[in-house]
């Protein structure tokens, strides 16, 4: 049985030592003959991308070299067209550093792939169909076997000095365009993280910050989109992003913000924004008349899941258009389906816990909100018919 080990160690070793002496030949050769040559590969080269992006793409120059023990190819020139062979997108200069794992895979994978200065325009269709420079993503992408979930599929991908515009027909809104966008997608860690900064139209504001994990994301259907994400504007006016994003409670002000969104991909999602507006105006229920505030600071918290609607205000503090002022403070306003039948039971205008006036299917809870307040803003609260009343 021993004579049995030693001869099983001795094939695993010569195999072992076969499969090393292959690859520094691939090595020696790829170096030596290969990447010298690389500008006479163009061509195929150029096939080959065209055939993973599902486009037709152009290569006007290649040079290759190394990065430390990696294969590099620097692309100048390259462009790709749509299927009726118009130029759809142009990216003047491509610093790829490919990942050994493309001899396993038996295709392009790159371990760095580092774009500078493109210029790109995302389009959504008015039913709803996304385009990239002109070129339909299809529904292969959303299992990660079409073009954008290859290109998605990279260790890392780096974008500097882009100008992105983004067209929603959908909603019709004009066409938002950014500049200076600088992007990193690194997939090295789990989850993915990315980030992305770009220069806003002035009407906007200066910059804006977009940072984020990725659980799952699906180009088609954003909705099941499961992960983090951080955005933070300087001074901006908030009623101008109407044509492009659906602010919770119809939110406008001008000032600064900065807000996480987590989402569980199943529908579920929670907000947390800090915020320092003038301005404010709002709507926090369907049939409610518009709540202006001349202030509104502190932090906010609204939650959306199977167990019902949370709004939460920490150090929340604002002054309203006539003159009613409320010092930070914390509240917390529940609308649970699930409370529905405990508050009836107890009636709608019982304290709970001795915090807060109950209402039938949620509550409201405040460590320092004056009745005055409450009378003043009872209108503007989604609280129950009976509780209103009682407050008028």
Request: glycine residues 14%; contains cysteine.
């Amino acid at each position: 049985a021993r004579g049995g080990w030693r001869r099983a160690a001795g094939r695993l070793s010569d195999a072992l030592l076969l499969v090393w002496c292959v690859l520094a030949v691939g090595v020696l050769v790829l170096r030596h003959l290969v990447l010298p040559a690389v500008g006479e590969l163009r061509v195929p080269i150029a096939e080959l991308l065209g055939e993973r992006l599902g486009v037709a793409v152009a290569i006007e120059r290649i040079e290759g070299g190394w990065a430390g023990w990696r294969p590099r190819l620097r692309l100048a020139g390259v462009s790709l067209s749509d299927a009726q062979g118009r130029p759809a997108l142009t990216l003047p200069e491509i610093d790829a550093t490919l990942a050994w794992s493309s001899l396993a895979m038996l295709e392009p994978h790159f371990h760095r792939l580092e774009i500078r200065a493109p210029d790109l325009l995302v389009r959504r269709d008015p039913e709803g169909a996304l385009h990239v420079a002109g070129i339909a993503l299809a529904h292969g992408d959303e299992g990660g076997d079409g073009g954008l979930g290859w290109l998605l599929a990279q260790r890392q991908i780096l974008i500097h000095g882009a100008r992105l515009a983004w067209a929603d027909e959908a909603r019709g809104a004009p066409v938002l365009e950014l500049e200076e966008v600088e992007f990193r997608l690194d997939r090295r860690t789990r989850p993915a993280r990315f980030a992305l900064e770009a220069r806003l139209p002035a009407a906007l504001g200066e910059r804006a910050s977009l940072r984020g994990e990725l659980r799952r994301i699906d180009p088609l259907r954003p909705q099941r989109f499961a992960g983090r994400l951080y955005v933070e504007l300087g001074r901006t006016a908030l009623g101008n992003w109407r044509p492009w994003v659906d602010l919770p409670f119809g939110l406008e002000g001008e000032g600064a913000l900065q807000a996480w969104l987590d989402a569980d991909g199943r529908g579920g999602h929670a907000l947390t924004a800090d915020l320092a507006l003038d301005g404010v105006r709002a709507v926090l229920g369907e049939d409610l008349p518009v709540l202006e505030l001349a202030r509104l600071d502190g932090r906010v918290e609204l939650a959306r899941g199977e167990d019902g609607f949370r709004f939460a205000g920490r150090g929340l503090g604002f002054e309203t258009a006539q003159g009613l002022v409320l010092p930070p403070t914390d509240v917390e306003l529940g609308l649970d389906p699930a409370l529905d039948g405990k508050a009836r039971d107890r009636g709608t205008g019982e304290e709970q816990a001795g915090r807060g006036p109950a209402a039938a299917g949620g509550r409201l809870v405040a460590d320092r909100l004056e009745l005055a307040t409450l009378v003043a803003l009872a209108a503007h609260l989604p609280l129950d018919a009976g509780l209103r009343s009682r407050l008028a």
